[in-house]
């Protein structure tokens, strides 16, 4: 497995406040990464070193093998292309419509055909399980859930191989985070996604991620399987996982992640829940 | 795991020296032999750059030539959906007889297989009575917005008289600060300039008749009549009527004005009353303070022009400009700031939480603002034409 992100012993500071300290991080192709910690522990900054909006003030940052900052912009335009970016509050350009929006990075290409670029937006807002007509909808008009899902659609559009989603399910209720889950494991399997969110969502965690890193300390204090991370003694993690240290374990993961696909996608209660609920 | 299904991809060629992982390899569509064709490479979005239309037609034309040839899509490093819309479209919408493809091929073309309804958007109304009908809707839905404004803003006066504790001194202190102290600087440049060119433009004029003493007379009377107070509610209409609408305008799209409701706190108490008044407030003083620079820009230039003593151009001036048109002109200033303020309000409680419409409303603000103030300029003009002359 050949590394998509590599953070090499990076620091970051803000007017003598230091937020990272030698921070390493290493993501793999094809798997689902989540970054837990505490508010105010610098996940938020993490992700905008990762984006390129922000440059260390040591150690270097390389996406797809390339080095972000001091690069040349063709560079970054190969990087930028790749990648889709889910922000927590969406971040849709309020003046357009749905349709503009997911249109916006196909039209920035300059290169494809208009009769195209209809048909491409049209499947990803299916992709998405949005309807056709939400598409002339105003980003002011679209409910929480539908921001998250247009916002995805945008980040989608040129098929990404890397997506960064920061807080996806963060402000929306049990049923409209659960079917974002849902999807979020359907688009994976369907595009083999390399995936980096930021999370506080300990059922989103437990749905889709593989590996977990918990940053803390101003460094990456853990790194592995959930099953793993949520064993470790540091009192950040042991809050955190409080009460669920028993669902991490392997066969419990599993049987939680096959009840989620197995339910239709109208918000069913899941299957493991379902036997409870009668055993009760 | 969930990437359970997807069978290993050939490996891509070794990389040559340079090259990272994520880079294209072109896509290439080849003729494999007879009635076969290979497509391979990436057939994503970025790797069809510039070449959708070529590998379209060519497509197209295989097909029609050669309706039952083999389609192997198994050298393909990369397929995405526009890849494989491509080919879809080239094919005619419908997959070949004979297709050697991968298993993560399916799944994309499978969603091909969906109808796909394009929404249609609503006729926008074409010219003519409907849209002049609907230009004078919005043009009297201000008019009555304004009125209903100024309605709240007395109410809300009214009750502030009543308790004075409710006045918001620190905002109305930091308004004038803002729209006043800070605006000092500009309208002084400006104002010294614009007395310095029409001192020297007068003075030649009245050169030739020898009436040379009279640029004390036109020059006073121009500007604490008129000029002064026109000029500093121009530049603080532009300065500060748009950071205004602006202002309010972000509050409303951040969802404060909605904050400040569910709180019980009125916007015109909390928001509208201390801007006017402090606008009403501080123009005048601004303008007062642009009138003067512009005398002395006059004064300079009377003195370079026509060799006047300053001290005479000071001794002459109360003489010749009646008190009335101070008066006057700070009258005025007090009702164009209040005006001001009172627009950019509006402007800025008008906005809709998107950019677009808060950039279109301090523009609104800002042009409604000019305009209003110097046709109420003109109205004095006519009102008190004979007072102070």
């Not at chain 1, 300290?21 to 990762?50: D, F, Q, W, Y």
């Not at chain 1, 195209?116 to 998405?128: N, R, T």
């Amino acid at each position: 497995m050949d590394a998509v992100i590599e953070v090499d012993n990076v620091t970051t500071a803000y007017a003598g406040h230091v937020i990272h300290r030698h921070l390493n991080l290493t993501v793999h192709r094809g798997e689902v990464m989540a970054l837990i910690g505490g508010s105010g522990s610098g996940k938020t900054t993490l992700l905008r070193l990762l984006l390129g909006l922000e440059v260390p003030q040591a150690g270097t940052v390389k996406i797809f093998g390339h080095p972000l900052g001091r690069c040349a912009a063709r560079d970054l335009e190969r990087v930028r292309y790749r990648w889709g970016v889910l922000f927590q509050s969406g971040a849709l350009f309020s003046a357009l419509s749905v349709f503009d929006n997911i249109a916006l990075p196909l039209r920035e290409l300059g290169s494809v055909p208009p009769d195209l670029v209809k048909p491409l937006v049209m499947l990803k807002l299916a992709q998405v399980g949005l309807k056709p007509e939400d598409a002339l909808k105003r980003p002011a008009e679209l409910s929480g859930g539908m921001v998250k899902r247009v916002s995805l659609a945008r980040a989608l559009i040129l098929d990404p191989q890397l997506l960064f989603l920061d807080e996806p399910t963060a402000g929306l209720d049990p049923d409209s985070s659960k079917q974002f889950v849902k999807l979020l494991r359907r688009l994976r399997q369907e595009l083999g996604l390399t995936v980096v969110m930021v999370t506080h969502d300990v059922d989103t965690l437990f749905a889709v991620v593989d590996r977990v890193a918990v940053l803390a300390d101003q460094h990456i204090v853990a790194c592995g399987p959930l099953a793993e991370v949520a064993r470790l003694p540091h009192p950040f993690v042991r809050n955190f996982f409080l009460g669920h240290v028993e669902r991490c374990a392997e066969e419990d993961l599993r049987r939680f992640r096959l009840s989620l696909d197995d339910t239709s996608d109208d918000g069913g209660v899941p299957a493991v829940l379902r036997g409870e609920e009668a055993a009760h | 795991m969930s990437t359970a299904g997807a069978l290993p991809l050939p490996a891509p060629p070794p990389d040559e020296a340079g090259a990272h992982p994520g880079d294209d390899a072109p896509p290439r569509l080849e003729a494999a032999g007879p009635r076969e064709w290979r497509v391979s490479g990436d057939w994503t979005v970025l790797g069809l750059r510039e070449h959708y239309d070529a590998f379209g037609q060519q497509i197209a034309a295989a097909v029609a030539a050669e309706p039952d040839a083999l389609w192997d899509l198994r050298g393909l490093t990369r397929l995405d959906t526009a890849g494989a819309l491509v080919l879809w479209r080239g094919w005619g919408r419908k997959t070949p007889g004979r297709l050697l493809w991968l298993p993560e091929h399916v799944t994309l073309f499978a969603q091909f297989l969906q109808p796909v309804a394009l929404p249609r958007r609503k006729p926008a109304l074409g010219p003519g009575l409907a849209r002049a009908a609907q230009r004078l809707l919005a043009f009297t839905q201000h008019g009555v917005d304004i009125v209903a404004l100024v309605g709240r803003l007395l109410l809300d006066l009214a009750q502030l008289v009543r308790h004075p504790g409710q006045i918001g001194w620190r905002e109305i202190s930091a308004n004038v600060f803002r729209t006043g102290a800070q605006a000092l600087p500009i309208t002084a440049l400006v104002g010294f300039l614009v007395g310095l060119t029409l001192s020297y433009l007068i003075s030649k004029q009245l050169k030739t008749y020898g009436a040379d003493i009279f640029v004390i007379n036109i020059l006073g009377l121009a500007v604490l009549r008129e000029l002064g107070p026109l000029l500093a509610a121009i530049i603080v209409a532009g300065r500060s009527g748009s950071a205004m609408t602006a202002q309010i305008g972000v509050m409303r799209v951040t969802q404060e004005l909605d904050a400040l409701s569910v709180m019980g706190i009125s916007h015109t108490v909390r928001l509208v009353v201390p801007k006017v008044l402090a606008l009403a407030l501080s123009l005048p003083l601004v303008a007062l303070w642009t009138s003067a620079l512009m005398l002395l820009g006059g004064m300079l230039a009377a003195r370079a022009q026509m060799g006047l003593d300053p001290a005479q151009f000071l001794h002459t001036l109360p003489r010749v400009v009646e008190p009335a048109n101070l008066w006057l002109g700070w009258a005025k200033s007090m009702i164009f700031g209040g005006l001001i303020a009172l627009l950019a309000s509006h402007f800025g409680l008008r906005v809709k939480p998107n950019t677009e419409s808060l950039g279109q409303s301090v523009t609104q603000s800002v042009v409604t603002a000019i305009t209003l103030v110097i046709v109420v300029d003109a109205v004095f003009a006519v009102l008190f034409s004979n007072v102070g002359i």
